[in-house]
């Protein structure tokens, strides 16, 4: 059974700029998380989508939006870049909602840095 | 909200026993989890714990819960070079997404 899914693995953006990520979930998983990884904050929950519907949103400005797809695939957007968006965006999948199981299960996380 | 606390570094010697401890503010959090994050990696579901539970044992995994204090560690026994990586501590309670620490970095030397 394929993982978590997540791309790019790597990028590079400048301030301003707008970066789309991308996450497959495992087969069947409806749930998809994101969260938002930095050495000084720690993990920081984005939002969950389930069956194409937003169930939570972290506090995290307008800039960051996410959605899914009927396939269960899952975007998240950052617009208008900051240096501090530099971090690893990881994304999760699980059977049930995120906020019924902490069994979840994680993709290698796409690293974004911002020059 | 939930709230979770651990130090964050630990360095042991290889064939030792490692403790990674983790404060939680919330009482009413219903299961408590440890993940580990290898370099590079994404984070692995190691073992989890209902609130229940006073101890749950897997292998060389033993998670305590002192529900009274708060209080939940991860006690790995022969800690091994693979063993290094950062652990996290996370709850769960209510309709909130699970919430982690900020990872115990754990060192291991040969």
């Known amino acids: 059974k394929a993982g978590v899914t997540q791309t790019p693995r790597y990028l590079i953006k400048t301030r301003g700029q707008q970066v789309t990520l991308s996450c497959s979930p495992i087969?069947?998983?409806?749930?998809v998380s994101w969260y938002q990884q930095t050495p000084g904050q720690g993990l920081q929950f984005l939002f969950e989508?389930?069956?194409?519907?937003?169930?939570n949103k972290g506090n995290f400005p307008g800039r960051f939006s996410g959605r899914q797809f009927s396939n269960s695939r899952s975007e998240m957007n950052v617009s208008t870049l900051e240096l501090g968006d530099s971090a690893l965006y990881l994304c999760a999948s699980s059977l049930r909602p995120a906020t019924n199981t902490g069994e979840l299960f994680f993709g290698e996380g796409s690293r974004l840095t911002v020059l | 909200g939930e709230d979770v606390e651990q130090s964050l570094f630990l360095s042991v010697r290889e064939g030792d026993s490692s403790v990674i401890n983790c404060t939680y503010t919330?009482?009413?959090?219903?299961?408590l989890y440890w993940y580990k994050q290898e370099p590079g990696a994404g984070l692995q579901l190691l073992t989890y714990?209902?609130?229940?539970?006073d101890m749950k044992q897997d292998q060389r995994l033993t998670v305590l819960l002192n529900k009274k204090d708060k209080h939940l560690s991860l006690r790995i026994a022969d800690t091994q070079t693979g063993d290094s990586a950062i652990y996290f501590c996370?709850?769960?309670?209510?309709?909130?997404?699970?919430?982690f620490g900020k990872g115990t970095r754990l060192s291991v030397i040969a």
């Open positions: 087969s069947g998983h409806r749930s």
């Open positions: 989508y389930f069956s194409e519907t937003q169930r």
């Open positions: 714990i209902f609130s229940n539970m």
């Open positions: 919330d009482s009413s959090s219903t299961y």
């Open positions: 996370a709850g769960i309670s209510g309709n909130t997404p699970l919430v």
